[in-house]
Structures are given as structure tokens and as C-alpha cells.
């Protein structure tokens, strides 16, 4: 057919497969934490924000745009990201729950909207699309402006 199936798979997991790598992901690191005598409930607590984090950064990118997915989070998955050289969790845990909201800018919307109409909203497009574009610039935003809305 002339095109590489890896981008397009690759596209369609990004996709439409978020949920079932979160699901994957969280099963397996649950199972390393238990294997290391590290289950407790502040480790599995800290990796299901970090997986709920990192899908809702991703959630919607070539298509409903307009959404905004919104995650309940106990610990600051964004600054630790940020870190160089990681402290411990306990240090990145809120004082209180926060709910963030996980945002696409302007630009950021123009951006996938000219693409996706440049090559198309099917699987081969988007897969189009995600080799010619930087994919941590297309990542949703967290915006902590949300109190009191519920885990989604």
C-alpha cells in the first residue's frame, strides 16, 4: 500500500487505545511494586496519578479537540516530572486533592486542525500527521483551576 504500518499503528494506539495501554501499564507496574516489596498505598496511589496524568495529556489529540479531560490528583506529577533529579513522593503529594483540567492551547489546536485537514482525519493521516509533527508540543497542558470537580 506505500505506507509504514508502525506510525499508523502507532497513531491508532495513540488514538484510540489510551485507556487499554493505561490499563496495561498500571497492572504491570502494580505487579513490579509488589515483586520489590514497594506496594504500599502511597507508591500505588503516586503511579496511578502519573498513568492518569500522562493519558489525559494525550486524551483527544486528533479528534475533540475542544474537550477537556479533567483527573482528580493526590500528588504533583507535573513537578515531578519537571525534576532532574526526583525527591521522594511524599514531597510531591498536595495538601489537599487537586482536580486538574488538561487543556490544548490555541496554537496548539491550529496546529493539529491544519494537519489533520492537510492529511486527513483517518488512521493514515493522523499517522501522517505524527511524523511531521513534535508530539510533546501537542500535548494537553494541566490547569489546576478546577477544584471540586470528580475524578473522571
Known amino acids: 500500500m506505500g505506507y509504514s504500518l ?7 494506539a495513540m488514538t484510540n487505545c489510551i485507556d487499554g495501554l493505561k490499563a496495561v501499564a498500571r497492572k504491570t507496574l502494580h505487579k513490579l511494586l509488589e515483586e520489590h516489596n514497594k506496594n504500599t498505598q502511597d507508591n500505588a496511589v503516586f503511579i496511578d496519578d502519573a498513568l492518569s496524568f500522562d493519558a489525559s495529556r494525550i486524551s483527544n489529540i486528533f479528534h475533540d479537540i475542544d474537550s477537556s479531560p479533567t483527573e482528580r490528583m493526590t500528588y504533583d506529577i507535573e513537578g515531578f516530572n519537571k525534576e532532574e533529579k526526583p525527591r521522594a513522593i511524599e514531597e510531591y503529594r498536595f495538601e489537599k486533592d487537586k ?15 491544519r494537519s489533520l ?7 493514515l493521516g493522523v499517522a501522517r500527521a505524527l511524523t511531521k509533527l513534535h508530539m510533546k508540543r501537542l500535548l494537553r497542558k494541566p490547569d489546576f483551576s478546577l477544584e471540586g470537580v470528580g475524578r473522571n
Open 6 to 12: 508502525l506510525p499508523v499503528y502507532k497513531a491508532v
Open 99 to 113: 482536580t486538574l483540567r488538561f487543556l490544548l492551547d490555541d496554537s496548539q489546536k491550529d496546529i493539529i486542525r
Open 117 to 123: 485537514a492537510l492529511y486527513g482525519k483517518d488512521r
